[in-house]
């Protein structure tokens, strides 16, 4: 299994941009789907963006849709997800999640490995 570790959460004003980074240790990065969720408190956990193994294939929730943008860069085994246009509703913790396969999912439970979370806060 991936080992994977998120940075770059922080404190923005609404409109500001964050980037967090998602580093994986091991040797099965490459060959899974990777994704961003998040939770609010006292919300469930949602998802915020997927990208194939290959990057060619994301998804975006439709809350974020236009204003975030998923990346990865294989032989550096990291994930990245721009956030851009930030809003008051955005902020929660935020996860990177190694998917099961190959494929994209929106669902969590079809993902086995996650990070600890990265705080992400925007004030209005």
């Known amino acids: 299994q991936v080992q994977l570790v998120e940075s770059g959460g922080g404190l923005v004003q609404a409109g500001g941009s964050l980037r967090l980074s998602c580093a994986a240790s091991g040797r099965t990065f490459s060959s899974h789907a990777m994704g961003w969720f998040r939770q609010a408190p006292g919300k469930e956990r949602e998802f915020v963006a997927t990208i194939s193994r290959s990057g060619r294939s994301t998804y975006y929730a439709d809350s974020v849709k236009g204003r975030f943008t998923i990346s990865r860069d294989n032989a550096k085994n990291t994930v990245s997800l721009q956030m851009n246009s930030l809003k008051a509703e955005d902020t929660a913790v935020y996860y990177c999640?190694?998917?099961?396969?190959?494929?994209?999912?929106?669902?969590?439970?079809?993902?086995?490995?996650w990070g600890q979370g990265t705080q992400v806060t925007v004030s209005s």
């Open positions: 999640a190694e998917a099961n396969s190959i494929y994209c999912s929106s669902y969590p439970d079809e993902y086995h490995s």
